[in-house]
């Protein structure tokens, strides 16, 4: 038909150029073609001005004939380039999903040429129907790259086919294109619509969504341009014999170097098909489908899912599969989308019928503000069992908010509860505008578990409410909150709603008895997802409930949280040590713990004790189990390096100068591993995580990257961590759909740290459902607030004695629950082991509390008061014993601008961040600023190499020594030389001469002589004075060789000067800066004895490990890093390394010990040495077990 003009009001919503691209090349073409086209001043036209079902001869003529508003003629020349300019003033905001084609004739891989086009536009259309713009890519785009050539020429020479070279070409099309997205043509959306594919791409970190397989892809072009010529760094100059070389190979080449550290590999992509097979047909396993992105149907999945007969195509061969891959794809897309279309967390209304149980007649509902409704759909899909008995599911309730007001202002909790039975909250509802009446609408999805009266109750927050919470914002209810509604049985007439057997008690007691405990589970993508249910007192469910009565259900993880007594607690047969490191919201889950193994005569002043509200550290030690408390505020964390400010929070001095909150905290988590009879078997740590959708945060990796250094490698403890805003104040600014991209970017997170002893806990799946009930209830349900409160509840515990709740909080009990069941492993397990009675000994606390938050401080081992009995009131000791430590902020700080103000529970904290020489420079100044060091000259250094620089000390012993030749030694020089620099390092020799320019050299040689030290051990302690004459950086002893510590991850590590000793006190590995070495030295020199007992050995190894013994140790950073024993498997006549033993160790020490060892055990490189060999031969073992472990990262 011909289409005509007709004057609409809403052409600004009609904007052809917020359409797609192939929709905007389509009007182009026509216009271009027209004698006249027409347009409107402010669009250009839309869908209801122009036919553009097809580029038609008939549409074009029918173009032609419509009445216009206004005829335009631009010359032919500039006419395209003036549409095109206009489309671009407004790209469509459509993401572009990329793949590669290139046609082969005749077919390839099973597939005949059409078969592959089949595959193709199933593909497009797949990605289309998820709101996808896509653009084919081919050989043509590759060939722009400048590096074509060069890459083709080398694939060539290693004979690699064409298939296999075109997988290669796609990276370059890639940095053409511009990056961003691309899959290949095989893999088919699940979870990856538009939407969440635009705030994934937000950041350009290379993103490996299927790991090492190259099947989808984000990254920005300069990151595609760096992976892909790494991978070209890493093809091999010679291929082996029937060795496949793909990109897929190369990309697994790249994930097991170093280069692993900047790239994000995760597992997102579904690799297998998962029907449950029916007497006569399959059916999707729904649940087998959640939480990936999408799905590869490569040649392996369609032959493994023909083999177990789940294709979704009958009664097909394993050929017949990968060639029909098209076919199949598009089915298992529609039962997809037909999962989606009954998932409970869509927020979408169903298609089907309705009936509403709201009586809109009623005058109490305002229908022009915003209300709410409660619907039910009247019928669920047909039950397809043969057996008549099973009924169909439960259908959904869904709760909806009609006239909401603007989402970027407004959000909206819904919260059911049935008391004592059930509580849930939705903190994120979906909201979606209504183009007809330009409203929104928000809509929640509730299946109910358990017949009963409910209440609904809807509540309208202010986005922000949480940034002041000393002014907070009301949260008002939605009419006609509070809602009763009635599940499953009548009662007199109200709004009942249907409930199936399906969904009844039985169902949640199966779900429990499959469940295992939460402590077992290992999987660390499954441990991030803590949604599920909580049920109350007044169900069957009470075992492993916390004292309330009230039991918390995961959902997605499969377990349960176990339980443990007060009496479980006493009868803790071992040591055990649980550490929280967090906020005040952190502190309400170790206070939980208080309360719970306490007496009542013990925590009957729980709450105006100096333990009760503490912001600093607190311990508490009953029987076997000691908890202890630090205020850990990550926020306040400034990234290393950064420059030397004072910091003022409101009149106080915070941090001096020359005082750092990282290196505190830093210095907090060397003092708990340093002693291994009191290392924690479980810490809980609040880190800072609040980059969502942009990738891999900064400060959350640079930060807890150098915590988990200082962590032992025999550590077999737990670390648990959580971002603030587990609490309550996630609803204020996270979005339903940057919640779930924020769950996507932790697992990636966790899984990129590479350690089985890391989980994170997602404590909003826990919170939300109790957020109506905690610290401020409905009047703070959008605020930043405590889950915990003191109170006096009492109840009877299990040893048959009345005992009274000091500290109520579900969430932060059954937190305190989880923490416990890490710490004593399974409840069989500990009853298995536990004493036989349980014992009752004094109470022991010892604490270092300011009186208030601010100014926030951050001290490693503190002066601690310690105490045994009961808690006390707080006294005037306590009281004021921290006031005398407090510094008044200078008055030049205070008159500077305020740089940051953060909301505490008790205040506003203004943060101001002083440079020390912006004082005016008198007296009073100089004072008040403690004495600010006025800026000095400083000559600008020569340029220093790009590659970091590995140290070494080296002087030749004429004859040798030690157990080897003069040559020898100077063999395991070179050695150690290869090595290094074989790892990308830059290495350099320190000898005497280097030594002696120290203003020093005299003293110390002095002194070592006076103690009758011999040359050797006197040449150890010379090489600390070179390296402060060197400028300091990183050395190593000459029979160290590196493992994982390449130079990249070397001048990484090297950003921050801090004294880092990673063999502990054996000084074989270490980095400082050049002060930092000044320092160290001058500590063991005033640590070396006056006189040397009978028989002592001296040396720099002894003199360190007098520091590490000292209060000094406060600002080095030990660990145990270096490897000190060699670990090969004997077979019947050769030796294997054991790769696995060589994980997360930067170096290995060729120590005279080490060699020995090894000899005796018979597992040293070389074959039939005597131990005096080992030793002398140290060379050449060391070059072969740096071949083997280049072998084992090879695979």
């Excluded at 370059?172 to 893999?187: K, T």
């Excluded at 892909?228 to 890493?234: A, E, S, T, Y």
């Excluded at 957020?771 to 930043?784: H, L, T």
Aim: with cysteine; charged share 25%.
């Amino acid at each position: 038909s011909t289409p005509s003009y007709y004057p609409r009001d809403n052409k600004d919503s009609e904007c052809i150029w917020t359409a797609g691209e192939d929709f905007q090349q389509k009007v182009i073409d026509i216009l271009l073609k027209l004698d006249y086209y027409q347009f409107c001043d402010e669009c250009r036209g839309s869908e209801n001005d122009l036919d553009l079902s097809g580029a038609t001869d008939t549409s074009m003529t029918a173009l032609s004939t419509a009445k216009v508003k206004s005829q335009v003629r631009p010359t032919q020349d500039n006419q395209k380039d003036e549409l095109l300019s206009t489309a671009s003033q407004s790209l469509p905001t459509k993401p572009i999903m990329h793949t590669f084609f290139e046609s082969v004739v005749g077919g390839c891989c099973g597939m005949s040429q059409e078969q592959h086009e089949q595959l193709l536009k199933a593909w497009k259309e797949s990605w289309e129907a998820r709101g996808w713009e896509t653009r084919i890519l081919t050989a043509q785009d590759a060939r722009k790259h400048k590096d074509f050539g060069t890459l083709e020429k080398k694939l060539i020479s290693l004979e690699i086919n064409e298939y296999n070279r075109r997988c290669y070409w796609r990276w370059l099309a890639m940095v053409e294109a511009g990056g961003g997205w691309i899959s290949d043509y095989d893999v088919f959306p699940l979870e990856l619509t538009a939407e969440l594919g635009a705030e994934m791409g937000k950041n350009g970190t290379f993103k490996a969504f299927d790991n090492h397989v190259p099947s989808l892809i984000h990254a920005s072009s300069n990151e595609w341009d760096r992976v892909i010529h790494l991978m070209m760094d890493l093809l091999p100059n010679k291929r082996a014999d029937d060795t496949v070389i793909s990109d897929m190979y190369s990309l697994l080449e790249v994930s097991k170097s170093s280069s692993k550290n900047s790239i994000v590999w995760s597992y997102r992509v579904k690799t297998s098909i998962n029907y449950t097979k029916g007497s006569d047909s399959l059916s999707l396993d729904c649940s087998k489908y959640s939480k990936q992105l999408a799905i590869h149907f490569s040649h392996h999945l369609c032959k493994r899912a023909a083999s177990a007969q789940v294709f979704p195509l009958a009664n097909v061969t394993i050929d017949e599969a990968v060639a029909r891959r098209a076919e199949a794809a598009l089915l298992l897309m529609d039962d997809y989308r037909n999962c989606q279309d009954r998932h409970d967390d869509e927020h979408v209304l169903p298609k089907k019928s309705l009936r509403s149980f709201v009586n809109y007649n009623d005058t109490s509902v305002n229908k022009s503000d915003v209300y709410f409704r409660v619907i039910q759909s009247m019928s669920t899909k047909k039950n397809n069992s043969s057996n008549p008995n099973i009924t169909a599911p439960t259908p959904p309730i869904l709760v909806e908010v009609i006239n909401a007001r603007n989402p970027e202002n407004y959000e909206y909790t819904v919260t059911i509860s049935s008391n004592k039975i059930y509580t849930g909250t939705a903190l994120q509802v979906k909201s979606t505008k209504h183009n007809a009446t330009n409203s929104f609408r928000h809509i929640f999805r509730w299946i109910p578990s358990f017949p009963g009266e409910y209440k609904i109750f809807v509540h309208q927050v202010l986005n922000g409410v949480h940034k002041d919470p000393l002014n907070r914002q009301p949260t008002p209810l939605v009419s006609p909150s509070p809602l009763s509604i009635i599940v499953g049985q009548q009662k007199g007439g109200g709004n009942v709603f249907e409930i199936s057997s399906e969904a009844t008690m039985e169902r949640i007691e199966d779900r429990i008895r499959k469940s295992v405990p939460c402590q077992t589970v290992n999987r660390v993508d499954a441990y991030s997802k803590w949604s599920g249910d909580w049920v109350g007192p007044d169900t069957p469910f009470q075992d492993h409930s916390i004292r309330t009565g009230w039991r918390f259900l995961p959902r997605d993880m499969g377990c349960h949280i176990e339980s443990f007594s007060r009496r479980d607690l006493l009868s803790i047969s071992k040591k055990k040590s649980i550490w929280v490191l967090g906020t005040s919201v952190f502190r309400g889950v170790f206070l939980s713990l208080v309360d719970l193994i306490l007496s009542p005569d013990e925590k009957e002043e729980l709450s105006s004790s100096v333990i009760g509200k503490c912001w600093g550290r607190a311990l508490i030690k009953k029987g076997n189990l000691e908890l202890v408390y630090q205020d850990f505020r990550a926020q306040m964390f400034e990234p290393f390096g950064s420059p030397k400010v004072m910091e003022c929070h409101n009149e106080k001095i915070a941090k001096d100068a020359d005082d750092s909150f990282i290196q505190n905290a830093a210095d907090t988590w060397v003092e708990m591993f340093r002693d291994k009879d009191s290392w924690p078997d479980v810490i809980f740590m609040f880190v800072l995580y609040d980059n969502v959708g942009h990738g891999r945060d900064g400060l959350f990796f640079t930060h807890l990257e150098h915590f988990m250094s200082k962590i032992p490698p025999s550590w077999n403890g737990t670390l648990l961590l959580a971002d603030r805003f587990w609490s309550a104040i996630g609803v204020t600014h996270r979005s339903y759909h940057k919640y779930h991209l924020y769950l996507e970017e932790i697992n990636e997170m966790v899984h990129a740290l590479n350690d089985t002893r890391v989980r994170w806990l997602d404590g909003m799946g826990i919170s939300r459902e109790m957020v109506m009930y905690s610290e401020y209830g409905p009047d703070g349900i959008g605020a930043s607030q405590h889950f915990h409160g003191f109170c006096d509840v009492p109840y009877l515990e299990d040893m048959g004695q009345n005992n009274t709740m000091r500290v109520c909080g579900n969430v932060t009990e059954i937190l305190g629950q989880l923490l416990l069941s890490h710490a004593l492993g399974t409840k069989k397990q500990f009853d298995l082991e536990k004493l036989e009675e349980p014992k009752d000994e004094a109470l022991e606390y010892c604490h270092a509390c300011p009186l208030a938050l601010t100014p926030f401080k951050l001290v490693a081992y503190p002066e601690v008061t310690c105490s045994e009995g009961k808690l006390h009131p707080r006294n005037d000791d306590e009281v004021y014993s921290f006031k005398a430590k407090q510094k008044i902020c200078p008055q030049w700080c205070l008159e500077h601008e305020v740089d940051e103000v953060i909301p505490s529970q008790s205040d506003m904290i203004n943060i101001r961040r002083c440079k020390v020489d912006l004082a005016d420079v008198t007296t009073s100044s100089i004072e008040s600023a403690s004495a600010a060091k006025v800026k000095s000259q400083v000559t600008p250094a020569k340029d220093k190499p790009t590659k970091p620089i590995m140290h070494t000390f080296f002087e030749s012993v004429v004859g040798g020594c030690c157990g080897m030749s003069q040559e020898q030694h100077e063999q395991l020089l070179k050695a150690w030389k290869e090595s290094w620099e074989a790892r990308g390092w830059e290495t350099r020799i320190l000898t005497a001469q280097d030594a002696r320019k120290h203003k020093d050299f005299g003293t110390l040689e002095k002194k070592l002589i006076s103690l009758e030290i011999n040359e050797y051990n006197r040449r150890c302690y010379w090489r600390w004075l070179a390296m402060v004459e060197a400028g300091g950086g990183w050395i190593s002893d000459y029979d160290v060789f590196p493992l994982e510590l390449t130079a990249e991850l070397g001048a990484e590590m090297g950003k921050n000067g801090t004294f880092k000793a990673f063999d502990n006190h054996v000084p074989s590995l270490i980095h400082a800066s050049s002060n930092e070495w000044d320092r160290v030295i001058h500590l063991m020199m005033d640590l070396l004895p006056n006189k040397r007992a009978d028989d002592t050995v001296i040396s720099d190894m002894y003199s360190l490990l007098e520091v590490s013994k000292s209060s000094s140790k406060n600002s080095i950073v030990w660990s145990y890093r270096v490897k000190t024993s060699i670990n090969y498997t004997k077979g019947s006549d050769s030796l294997s390394l054991d790769c696995s033993k060589y994980s997360k160790q930067l170096a290995i020490h060729f120590s005279h010990h080490l060699c020995k060892r090894a000899a005796s055990a018979q597992v040293f490189p070389l074959a039939n040495v005597t131990i005096d060999e080992a030793v002398a031969r140290r060379a050449e073992a060391a070059l072969l077990l740096m071949d083997d472990y280049r072998n084992c990262q090879a695979f």
